[in-house]
């Protein structure tokens, strides 16, 4: 590479802002590794050291936001005596708060599309990290029941907190609300009727949830 190499130490981090950066200064995404490295004066194999293409650098953003929200997740003391439903809000709280940190790179990222399916491949690594997390949730819940009947499914729980990332997503997307204040109702509106669905609660939560949704996206 003819660029001289900086003398500051490489990190996926470092090259995932500068991914960031890139995108949002020029409105594109970089034509090429080589001419990507050579404007940020890094070399092709310390790129490819972390990533082995942009379509992985891409994932591996997605991949950093939920590691950071699992990060600070545990630095909390009191997180680790929540109740498991607390620890989903608190995990999608603070996921969306990541988000909004970095809004401008995550909605030119979807395109500020309401259509999420063509970014599965570009969410796919999340998909699994949430499943994983959500699955953690129900098995550590299931570990104190004694009845087969009582334990809930891991892999319906995983699944419909992966489908509840999705609408949660979408909503954040179009939310012009101030501070995002109506994603953070839907968060709170949406783990709590999961959770009651799996807890057999009352009808009215569910009910109220449906309401939510058709005035914010239909009305």
């Not at 995990?91 to 979807?110: G, H, I």
């Not at 599309?113 to 949430?130: F, V």
């Not at 699944?159 to 968060?187: C, H, N, P, R, Y």
Request: charged share 30%.
């Amino acid at each position: 590479m003819a660029t001289k190499a900086s003398t500051t130490k490489i990190t996926e981090d470092k090259i995932i802002a500068f991914y960031m950066d890139y995108v949002l200064e020029h409105e594109m995404h970089p034509k090429s590794v080589y001419k990507f490295c050579k404007e940020n004066k890094i070399k092709e194999d310390e790129f490819y050291g972390f990533f082995g293409s942009f379509e992985a650098l891409q994932k591996g953003i997605w991949n950093k936001f939920h590691s950071n929200t699992i990060h600070l997740l545990n630095k909390n003391k009191e997180y680790g005596s929540f109740s498991n439903k607390d620890k989903m809000l608190t995990y999608f709280y603070t996921f969306f708060e990541l988000l909004t940190l970095n809004r401008s790179y995550v909605l030119f990222s979807l395109d500020g599309k309401r259509q999420l399916l063509d970014k599965m491949g570009e969410l796919k690594e999340l998909r699994s990290h949430l499943k994983g997390f959500a699955t953690e949730l129900i098995e550590e819940g299931n570990a104190d029941k004694t009845l087969k009947i009582t334990k809930q499914s891991p892999r319906i729980f995983s699944e419909g907190a992966w489908v509840q990332f999705l609408f949660l997503l979408k909503f954040w997307i179009d939310d012009s609300s101030a501070g995002f204040e109506k994603t953070d109702l839907a968060i709170e509106k949406s783990v709590t009727t999961i959770f009651d669905l799996f807890d057999n609660t009352p009808l009215e939560s569910i009910i109220d949830f449906g309401k939510f949704l058709y005035k914010e996206n239909f009305a």
